[in-house]
């Protein structure tokens, strides 16, 4: 920690993939078959910063964090071939640097005590400035907000841990934007911790929503345990 209930860090991110494209011909007696292939390759290192503050008083503790990381440039670079009577040939090799990650700042605040916690995120994304080639979709700066509670009942003797009773929430809207229409989701959760020899088992049931059904979009509901 740099001084007392305050602590920092940096984290080295790296993100790296690829996506393939495909087309093929099985082809017939005038034309052999062949299969057309490109490969994008994304890579890219960026840092991530944060920083935290906990503040004690007496059997409560309220922390305060914050989190930012710089916009990176992704390197993208695509590797087209040719397959046709078991030949590959190599067609082109190109760099293209017009994909980033987005800026992304968030921040939370929480409290707890020996039976009690409870805490609120918020994240935002600048996608706005994040282009992709789609005509009919788009970009928008994104958020999501989240919310949770944890209530611990009183220890009995023969537990090793009490049980626990949670709730929580969370918003999200989307970097995408299909027309005039936001894609956006929600959920609720609400659940509890048992102990159980040792071990603590956490049962919870959560009901959720996302999409839209404007511009003939998908909406879809769903409830997991």
């Known amino acids: 920690g740099i001084m007392e209930g305050l602590t920092a860090g940096v984290d080295l991110c790296y993100v790296g993939g690829s996506i393939r ?4 011909s099985a082809g017939n007696s005038d034309l052999s078959g062949y299969e057309l292939r490109n490969t994008l390759s994304l890579q890219t290192w960026y840092l991530s910063y944060g920083v935290q503050y906990t503040l004690m008083d007496q059997d409560l503790a309220y922390t305060a964090g914050l989190v930012y990381s710089g916009a990176a440039g992704l390197d993208a670079s695509d590797n087209l071939t040719l397959t046709s009577n078991a030949t590959t040939t190599a067609l082109a090799h190109s760099e293209r ?60 003797d023969a537990q090793i841990s009490p049980v626990s009773y949670r709730a929580g929430a969370n918003y999200r809207s989307s970097y995408l934007e299909v027309g005039s229409a936001t894609v956006n989701a929600f959920a609720l959760t609400i659940g509890m911790g048992i102990p159980l020899r040792g071990v603590t088992l956490s049962v919870s049931v959560e009901y959720g929503e996302e999409g839209t059904l404007d511009n003939g979009l998908v909406r879809n509901r769903y409830g997991m345990f």
């Open 97 to 156: 640097s017009a994909m980033k990650i987005p800026q992304r700042v968030g921040f939370g605040l929480a409290a707890k005590t020996s039976r009690f916690r409870a805490g609120i995120d918020y994240e935002w994304q600048n996608w706005a400035d994040v282009k992709f080639t789609s005509a009919r979709a788009g970009t928008r700066n994104s958020s999501r907000y989240s919310f949770g509670v944890e209530y611990f009942m009183p220890r009995t």
């Open 21 to 24: 494209e495909s087309e093929s």
